[in-house]
């Protein structure tokens, strides 16, 4: 008897749980730190007095993060305000901004000899751009990304708030 009732007790609480609160806050919340000490660091890239050959590949580099970070910014604010495509747009944002974070450098080093003819793809200058410090950065993003992926698939509060049969399809978010 006295399962039954607990049962229903941890159902009850379950439904109860809608709304942006818990770790869905937490999320929201970190996001719009980091995105703090994201745009810090751009203004930082931006000012550091690049040479002239990493000109280019550097504004392309920008003008993809940039938009990027608007992108994530657009999610998080979507979250907040409990939109309906909210959930399927971030969890679009988490996998793809740890690509682009590990395809970047890459990127940069291609738009850079394409401009100017300068050849950077030596091991010296890839190992200098994939050191030790940027795999453990791009680890990390990874493993938060992974996380609040599954977070966002799982969770009571996230299918309370935002119900499957509510959201928008994947191909409307963009229309």
Known sequence: ???????????KEQKELKGVGGWLLFFIVTAAISMIFEAKELKGLVDAGWEDYMHTGMVAFLCLAGALDCLYL???????????????LIKI?????????VVAPGFILAV???TSGIDLFHAE?????????????????????????????????VKNTWPVEQRVKPEAIFS
């Open 125 to 157: 200058v890839l190992g200098a751009m994939y050191n030790e410090q940027t795999i453990f950065t791009l680890g990390g993003m990874i493993v938060r990304s992974v996380i609040w992926y599954a977070y966002f698939s799982v969770s009571v509060r």
């Open 74 to 88: 657009f999610g998080v604010f979507s979250l907040a305000t409990v939109k309906r495509y909210a959930v399927r």
């Open 1 to 11: 008897m006295e399962d039954k009732a607990q049962t229903t007790n941890v159902q």
């Open 93 to 101: 944002i988490l996998i793809v901004y740890p690509a682009f974070c």
């Open 112 to 114: 850079v000899r394409l």
